[in-house]
T-cell receptor
């Protein structure tokens, strides 16, 4: 049973537009959520995180929104750049991040010039 | 570079051979995690250490897998009698599990294992 789901395997966006990546979770014990970016043959790179006590966190072009009642989070990238093309993983943890991470299957983002 | 490092980056082996991977975490981090990623999947948890103590093991970690972190610094993951199904990217991550705030895990570049 997948506790973290990324239902869109891929997303294509034009440079300069907004990219929105979605993630749903089922375990209400999760209280810390993270987004990682991964290039082929490399490890995941931490992008941004959000605690369950917040509903939004911003870092430059990246914003994560959390809707606890819907058990849904999203990552917004504005403006999108070709260098953002990668696989994006949503991950969730409990105990304020002390627990291990549960990952979704990832969404491949392609940003075209 | 003060990030997480892993060696080797690639390993090709024949079925039945033993392999060992090494992970060096970020120096002040006391937690070290191992994950495995197969094609089309997200990383899946295998095991983790706090200092030298192995605190949790996933059911994915069969008896052929063993991990150590003898001095609470680097860690090794050994797979004995490798099988073709062990082919995957093995990822190491570390975090600082003390003090307040959320605990972010930082990943290394991974070791890509191919079992022929």
């Amino acid at each position: 049973d997948q506790q973290v789901k990324q239902n869109s395997p891929s997303l294509s966006v034009q440079e300069g537009r907004i990219s929105i990546l979605n993630c749903d979770y089922t375990n209400s014990m999760f209280d810390y959520f993270l987004w990682y970016k991964k290039y082929p043959a490399e490890g995941p790179t931490f992008l941004i995180s959000i605690s369950s006590i917040k509903d939004k966190n911003e870092d430059g072009r990246f914003t994560v929104f959390l809707n606890k009642s819907a058990k849904h989070l999203s990552l917004h990238i504005v403006p999108s750049q070709p260098g953002d093309s990668a696989v994006y993983f949503c991950a969730a943890s409990y105990d304020s991040g002390y627990s291990t991470l549960t990952f979704g299957k990832g969404t491949m983002l392609l940003v075209s010039p | 570079d003060t990030g997480v490092s892993q060696n080797p980056r690639h390993k090709i082996t024949k079925r039945g051979q033993n392999v060992t991977f090494r992970c060096d975490p970020i120096s002040e981090h006391n937690r070290l995690y191992w994950y495995r990623q197969t094609l089309g999947q997200g990383p899946e948890f295998l095991t983790y250490f706090q200092n030298e103590a192995q605190l949790e093991k996933s059911r994915l970690l069969s008896d052929r897998f063993s991990a150590e972190r003898p001095k609470g610094s680097f860690s090794t993951l050994e797979i004995q009698r490798t099988e073709q199904g062990d082919s995957a990217m093995y990822l190491c991550a570390s975090s600082l599990a003390s003090g307040g705030g959320m605990k972010t895990q930082y990943f290394g570049p991974g070791t890509r294992l191919l079992v022929l």
